[in-house]
């Protein structure tokens, strides 16, 4: 396997078991703080619907990752290696995309690199 879909499946994982460990903090908080018994996440409809929520976490985390990845374009905290923004604007780019290290969303910008399988590089000051 290439190391950059490694990369990728890396950060999907990560995003993942962040949303899953969040989803696991309400499960702890309804036992402790409101008294629900734990044999009502043990069902079949809880599991599955813990499951779309991780998807549909997972998706809105990509979501806002790119909405990141195209303000740091527009503001010209991301830059791309000798290709125009009208390129960029068509998503066809393969070069190298550097990262200022003034970006306020850098760790969005970088997740959404990598799960876009691109290469980067966080730029030195």
């Known amino acids: 396997m290439k190391a950059a879909t490694v990369d990728m499946l890396r950060a999907y994982l990560l995003t993942a078991s962040v949303a899953a460990s969040l989803m696991e903090l309400v499960v702890l ?12 996440f043990q069902t079949t409809a809880f599991r599955l ?40 604007a068509a998503q066809t780019v393969t070069e190298t995309v550097s990262i200022s290290p003034t970006c306020p969303g850098r760790l969005l910008v970088v997740l959404h690199l990598r799960l876009s399988r691109r290469l980067f590089e966080l730029a030195e000051r």
């Open 29 to 40: 908080i309804a036992i402790v703080v409101f008294g629900c018994s734990e044999e009502t």
């Open 49 to 88: 619907t813990v499951m779309l929520i991780l998807l549909a976490a997972v998706l809105a985390i990509r979501q806002i990752a790119a909405a990141a990845f195209q303000s740091a374009v527009a503001n010209r905290y991301a830059a791309f290696s000798g290709v125009s923004s009208e390129t960029v």
